[in-house]
């Protein structure tokens, strides 16, 4: 039994193909009625989102007051093994060729919009999910639409402000910190050896508190807390990450690498001087090369005209820094976003180099199952567009017991790491849920 039970809404999940909310033959496809309408200015897109939902039912993808947020399950599926990105794509595909959809506004993201997580690894016992909701509000330069799937209402509901958590308990995931930087210094072994070049090794730990903890708390924090990143929300996993795997906008797909991180002080003068070493720090920026050269390569089947900048900008968080690069371009062969997603997942920032044999050694030290953690989260619209982050910075609410939340946090380890400055940077990277959570 994974720690953390993640069972699919719908009943036991099957091994690989679908099932469908609502529907008696769970292969057929549902002909949902899609409209979208352009909406005045409706405000905080997070604080529209209605209570009382369950937490699987909630889905956002926010960031500086623009994207989407969504609730409700009008359809849903879930996928799992290997195949399942492409089975929950010839789902989408069926969904949209038999969708009835009137949309106003004619935008990415307007229209019929899936949710979707997918788990970091093949085998993992909480495979994938991608979710229609009922409702959804969109905001993008300055337009806001309201899309309803299957409702007669365009009545936007009534809003009950978010409660925080309260008395919220923190226990070891997997393993201990202590127990955590040993398999740090395992991997710096390994790294040493030969065996691998670059690991990225990831903890988790639980967090309960004494009544069901509600997504909107958290998405309300993350996105007021931590501007720059995209805060999340789907089946359950709620985050603010600062990684894009993948957009695709008419036809221009871009990537934001991340790799090379520093902890922030406090101090702005302090900060400023660590982000300067930190852009000429070797191992840092070895550290990146790796994964700006594993997002490279993914992309490039798909795409032609790529920018891959020759060295990465500094991104400020106000937990940590980042040695980040954008990459960018022009998509020739007509990949769904979430196709693109599949094909960069995963990608050396999240799991290592060479991606085989790192992904042994994460199997073999962290001796756990990520679940959705580090794997694509985001959105896919009728057209294909889309964007998918990857799932850091978050926790999976445990849909079976919602007052238990698990969090994670990884870090790239490459030969100059040290245990116990990855113990530190671990859990500055999971300062963002532990505030949201207080
Ligand atoms: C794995 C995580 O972050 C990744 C690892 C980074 C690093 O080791 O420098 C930086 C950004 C992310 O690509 C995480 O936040 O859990």
Not at 278 to 304: G, N, T, W
Request: hydrophobic share 40%; net charge negative; aromatic share 6%.
């Amino acid at each position: 039994m994974p720690a953390f039970s993640h069972p699919s809404p719908l009943g036991p999940k099957r091994a690989l193909g679908w099932s469908i909310v609502n529907e008696a033959r769970p292969a057929a496809t549902p002909r949902l009625r899609v409209r979208t309408y352009e909406l005045t200015d409706p405000g905080d897109l997070v604080g529209l989102i209605p209570a009382g939902r369950p937490a699987e039912d909630v889905m956002s993808w926010v960031r500086r007051e623009e994207g989407l947020v969504g609730w409700g399950r009008a359809a849903a599926v879930s996928t799992s093994g290997d195949a399942r990105f492409a089975d929950a794509e010839e789902w989408w595909d069926a969904l949209v060729a038999a969708a009835d959809v009137v949309d106003e506004v004619e935008r990415p993201g307007t229209g019929l919009v899936g949710f979707g997580s997918f788990s970091f690894r093949n085998s993992s016992d909480e495979g994938a999910a991608l979710v229609v909701p009922e409702m959804i509000v969109g905001r993008r330069d300055g337009h806001a639409w309201l899309t309803t799937i299957n409702r007669t209402t365009d009545q936007l509901p009534e809003v009950k402000p978010a409660e925080a958590p309260t008395g919220v308990e923190r226990t070891d995931g997997a393993l201990s910190p202590a127990q955590w930087r040993g398999a740090v210094g395992d991997a710096i072994e390994y790294i040493r050896a030969g065996r691998i070049d670059k690991v990225v090794l990831a903890r988790d730990e639980i967090h309960t508190a004494d009544a069901d903890i509600d997504p909107r708390w958290l998405l309300a924090r993350l996105s007021t807390a931590y501007r720059d990143t995209w805060a999340f929300a789907v089946d359950g996993l709620v985050g603010g990450t600062p990684e894009l795997l993948v957009r695709s906008d008419k036809g221009l797909v871009t990537s934001r690498v991340l790799a090379g991180t520093i902890r922030r002080t406090g101090s702005d003068d302090h900060d400023l001087a660590l982000a300067a070493s930190l852009a000429r720090s070797s191992k840092d920026l070895v550290e990146h090369e790796f994964a700006v050269r594993s997002v490279e390569a993914a992309l490039r089947p798909h795409c032609s005209s790529m920018n891959v900048p020759d060295a990465p900008f500094v991104l400020h968080l106000p937990n940590v820094m980042h040695l980040a690069t954008d990459v960018s371009g022009a998509l020739t062969d007509g990949a769904s976003s979430l196709t693109l997603a599949a094909s960069l997942h995963p990608s050396a920032a999240v799991c290592g180099t060479p991606t085989r044999e790192a992904a042994l050694v994460i199997d073999e030290l962290e001796h756990m199952d990520r679940g959705r953690y580090a794997g694509p989260v985001g959105w896919i619209d009728a057209r294909g567009d889309g964007e998918w982050g990857i799932a850091l910075r978050s926790g999976q609410i445990d849909i079976e017991n919602p007052c238990r939340i698990r969090l994670f946090a990884g870090c790239g380890i490459v030969e100059g790491s040290d245990p116990v400055s990855e113990v530190a940077e671990s859990v500055a990277k999971l300062a963002p849920m532990r505030e949201a959570l207080r």
